[in-house]
């Protein structure tokens, strides 16, 4: 196998080390760099289509973050009939269906397991169990920053902008961490997730997503006298082809599995009428979590496993389906927001600088536009999804 | 895919459900069972040569609890060029090499994914993982009857025979359920997860191995007031090539995820050089699963995925790798006891029925010395890792 390997930042280096180090049937033929910086251009490119063009190079590993010139390597790889390992999400959510059909029509292969849970086994597994099983529920918590912060201020009772910067200063978050903590980046790996699950395809901005951005220590006051533990979580089920999905906090009884995911570390989950339920816990960021990831692509594909991707189908959502309690948290109480939520209070809380209300048991569209009417009113205020039981 | 299928009980009807319903490309040409009982002969037969010999079928399912026969078939059916998927774990743990052997000579494969955690994504991770990383721990709480019971033990505070008896109404124990609850079944699961890992294999006899049976509602007491949870863990490590192994209870803080992996639940976990930890979480036993495990495997035949076993290194064990705290249970206390563990206490706690020490740190191969010369005292104990961090 000769690569043409896209990108030498942080994944782009690691997947060239640890095929350096361990594989003697890869070879990396030619790395594209912004700038060579004095290094050999035997090895080093600024052209991609030096790369593109080279008939050697049967296998391409896309790792930079630019989605626009992704997009372009990936379908000219294909129409050349170069594999492509794409470590690029955002290129996966939205063309999806055009890789599959460029890599059907050419009889290569589009491979993207490092894009939801690093290099933890979730793609394939999504794969191989979909053709044994009906899955009618993904999940996770995708986002390794996002709980690497939860974590910390549950433990060490720091606020939300000082557990940012430890996130930063050990750099586990996205390129752009405002993607982490917005559950932008969670957004993006459940919906490569329901494709893969369902074989249904929901725009991002369909799917609601709330984000830890606006958490305070205040509500880990409230979180510890009710055993509660935030965790940011992605949730899809499918019935009767019916899709409903949310990315959001979601607050976990102490005492369960969900609830003890520590660290920089994901946990993947989904429902199968086989199976059953499956979880996988383990680093889902990180230089060589991903460039694991990127390697099982490879070797998958040196092995010559069939996996045939399906088209997914575009559907729109009925977040009918979802009934829960949900959980709101202001700076004060105000008319207006009790205007609000009051037909649907299931409890009050109010301390000196801290207001909660949690509500009964509601329809997720019903909380949809409670939201929408609460953001109108420019509160600051923080939302979840109120666990007593695992969110299902 | 034409698939002779050896057994009809639990796993072997769960097999054959499941390609009747789902799969058009698979098909169950024949079916060993022990006794027709009016049957159509077109499908069930009572002569498992009948089937070995019948050239349409390309591929063997084993899925009854007869060792000898069970090896029996598996080297016939391999040698006549047939694969086999073995649902029977103790041929994989006492014959593997030769399978891989026979395997290779005959073009064909060998698979048994079932054999550890049932349907979860297991076997094959260790396998694709070993490629990219050294790994240098796997682990589980690989037996989901002795997860049950404890479970129900801690959670519903009844005793160890009336939490068997539930779970034998439940049908979540192996046939022989004495295994279950000794540590064999996980020993067993510990060895085929070794093999894969790292490349090694150690006879059963060799690896110390204590269960559940003597755990009484007392300790309990003494778990509650330490925030403790029992979990029956598997675990193995290798370091310069040599190998630590052990089966035994294990006592974990309340709150990490190992205390509260539920019911009928498998944890696997492995530490690869690359990826670190993962950690796969799920039914790890029962028909449907069992069946998805099989299927696994008979997807990855037809796709034509080549993983390649190597054979496994026999090798001694050596327990001054592992060190750890440990926790011994006795209904009173006696000064042969006493004398034993002195020199090693830690902690002593007596109540009126009950007399509980726990060690400071020694060496593994210590503690097994002192738990040989308990066993001559002919006390009945209840022997257990404390783990206040998790084993490692």
């Not at 339920?277 to 390697?295: F, T």
């Not at 309690?325 to 801290?354: A, G």
Request: charged fraction near 25%; glycine fraction near 8%; hydrophobic fraction near 40%.
């Amino acid at each position: 196998m000769q690569i043409g390997l896209m990108g030498f930042g942080t994944i782009g280096s690691g997947v060239y080390e640890l095929i350096n180090s361990k594989f003697n049937d890869i070879r990396v033929k030619k790395i594209l760099v912004r700038g060579l910086h004095g290094r050999s251009e035997n090895l080093f490119t600024t052209d991609k289509d030096e790369i593109l063009r080279d008939d050697d190079i049967d296998t391409i590993v896309i790792a930079i973050g630019d989605d626009a010139v992704s997009y372009e390597i990936a379908t000219e790889a294909l129409k050349r009939g170069k594999n492509v390992v794409s470590a690029n999400k955002e290129i996966v959510v939205n063309h999806l269906s055009e890789f599959i059909k460029l890599a059907n029509e050419n009889n290569v292969k589009f491979r993207f397991e490092s894009t939801v849970g690093a290099g933890l086994p979730w793609i394939k597994t999504l794969c191989e169990y979909g053709k044994i099983n009906n899955i009618s529920k993904v999940y996770g918590n995708f986002n390794g920053t996002s709980n690497f912060i939860l974590d910390m201020m549950k433990r060490d009772g720091i606020d939300f902008k000082e557990a940012l910067l430890k996130s930063r200063i050990l750099r586990y978050q996205e390129p752009d961490y405002f993607d982490d903590i917005t559950g932008v980046d969670s957004r993006n790996k459940l919906i490569i997730s329901m494709m893969l699950a369902f074989n249904k395809f929901v725009v991002p901005k369909d799917i609601p997503t709330y984000g830890i951005q606006n958490i305070r220590s205040l509500d880990f006051g409230f979180f510890e006298r009710h055993k509660l533990t935030p965790k940011l979580m992605s949730y899809a089920m499918i019935d009767n082809d019916k899709v409903a999905a949310i990315v959001a906090p979601t607050l976990y009884e102490q005492s369960t599995l969900r609830a003890n995911v520590r660290g920089n570390n994901n946990m993947l989950g989904m429902v199968g009428d086989v199976i059953g339920e499956v979880q996988i816990i383990g680093a889902g960021a990180g230089k060589y979590s991903a460039s694991n990831g990127v390697l099982l692509d490879l070797l998958e594909i040196i092995n010559g496993d069939d996996i045939k991707l399906t088209l997914p189908e575009r559907v729109t959502i009925d977040e009918t389906r979802i009934t829960h309690r949900f959980y709101f948290s202001f700076d004060q109480s105000s008319y207006k927001i009790e205007r609000i939520l009051l037909p649907y209070v299931h409890s009050i809380f109010e301390t000196q600088d801290s207001f909660v209300i949690t509500t009964r048991n509601i329809s997720l569209d019903t909380c949809i536009d409670l939201l929408e009417k609460i953001e109108d009113t420019d509160e600051r205020f923080f939302f979840a999804v109120y666990g007593d039981e695992e969110i299902s």
